[in-house]
């Protein structure tokens, strides 16, 4: 039968051909690393993620010493045009939901609120998330959205090199 001579002849380019497909699809997790401290400041005002980074891993550390219930902070990620928003909703949502809206569709990621000497990690995709579309991030905390926020950058494919963090204060 021709059938037995052509199959291998065809199945194996297509093995290396849904190889080399599935590789260049595959997810890539990028870091990203902030601080908040006690005079209510974050260490970085734009975070940059580059266009290879499908899911994002972000550790957040609060260098104070503050407790959580006094000075604590969180990180969220949401539409520069929902952050003033999102900020009253979570103050109402109150430090039992992390000062963050439950369930609120306009919450791209968020921590949760953590004291001094406190560090977190989240993990978030940025595959649906619009390279036209501005993004910011802000602590939710009451009172600390107008000093604590700052841009969350996609950068777009061929732009300038890929940081993991700039435009320290
Ligand atoms: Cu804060």
């Known amino acids: 039968m021709k059938t037995y001579l052509w199959f291998p002849a065809i199945a194996w380019p297509m093995t290396l051909l849904l190889a080399g497909y599935v590789g260049s699809v595959d997810a890539q997790t990028c870091h990203l690393n902030i601080e908040a401290n006690d005079m209510m400041q974050y260490n970085a005002r734009t975070l940059h993620v580059g266009p290879e980074c499908t899911d994002v891993e972000l550790t957040f550390r ?16 949401a539409r520069s045009s ?6 009253n909703a979570g ?4 430090f039992d939901h992390g000062y963050v809206p439950p369930d609120d569709p306009r919450v791209i990621a968020a921590t949760r609120v953590i ?5 977190t990690v989240i993990r978030f995709s940025t595959t649906k998330l619009d390279p036209g579309v501005d993004y910011s991030f802000f602590c939710s905390y009451p009172g600390h959205t107008p000093t604590m926020r700052g841009r969350f950058q996609l950068d777009k494919p061929g732009g ?10």
Not at 62 to 77: M, N
């Open 62 to 77: 609060h260098v104070g010493k503050e407790d959580a219930h006094v000075l604590g902070h969180d990180w969220v990620l």
């Open 82 to 87: 929902d952050v003033n928003a999102l900020a």
């Open 91 to 94: 103050i109402s949502a109150g």
């Open 115 to 119: 004291g001094g000497g406190q560090e």
């Open 160 to 169: 300038a090199a890929p940081r993991q963090m700039s435009g320290l204060p």
